[in-house]
């Protein structure tokens, strides 16, 4: 994998995700097939960065620093795999990208008439990206994306953690 393919994937998803029940998250990974996990146990953060869609003011505001809490998500997760944050010779680096698109639009097909149409269907989605901190190519690439409605801020927490668990799981884990 390359930071081409990592900026194609940044293309396609753009949005956080925010709905119940879970099932509908979908978590997919691409991995660098050369890489030893095993050898990684540090990380920094690089940053991350928000995109947001709403020309019509439909997204109800949480009422919680989105951004802290996939932090501390990811902070916590990556714990858990055996990486650890460091401030300095971190062996990777961490980014991710959060956005939401309350103007997506998708193919439905009508139930009763089985006509396709286009309709608004607000998407939403997070990528989480683990890049080797030596060489600067990008070795992980997590994606999340649901449906979008407004939810209270607690039933958004509860996702946006099934997500980030659900990605960073399937990052090998460090011996």
Same mark, same amino acid.
């Given at each position: 994998?390359?930071? %081409?393919?990592f900026l194609f994937t940044i293309g396609l998803v753009i949005s956080a995700c925010t709905l119940t029940p879970k099932d509908d998250i979908q978590v997919t990974s691409d991995i660098d097939p050369k890489i030893n996990f095993s050898g990684y146990k540090t990380y920094e953060w690089l940053g991350s960065l +928000? #995109?947001?869609n709403d /020309? =019509?003011?439909?997204w109800k505001a949480v009422d919680f620093d989105m951004d %802290?809490?996939? *932090?501390i998500l990811i902070d916590r997760e990556l714990g858990k795999r055996g990486i650890e944050e460091s401030m300095a010779d971190a062996d990777l680096l961490? #980014?991710?990208? =959060? +956005?939401i698109d309350m103007e997506a639009l998708q193919a439905k097909t009508d139930p009763q008439t089985q006509l396709k149409t286009i309709q608004n269907v607000p998407q939403g989605g997070l990528v989480i990206a683990l890049i080797d901190a030596r060489s600067g190519f990008v070795i992980w690439v997590g994606t999340a994306? *649901?449906?979008?409605?407004?939810? /209270? %801020?607690e039933q958004v927490q509860q996702r946006l953690d099934y997500a980030v668990t659900? #990605?960073?799981k399937q990052i090998p884990k460090s011996k």
């Open positions: 994998m390359n930071k %081409s393919i +928000g #995109m947001f /020309p =019509a003011g439909k %802290s809490e996939i *932090a961490v #980014m991710y990208l =959060a +956005g994306t *649901a449906q979008i409605r407004n939810l /209270p %801020s659900q #990605m960073i």
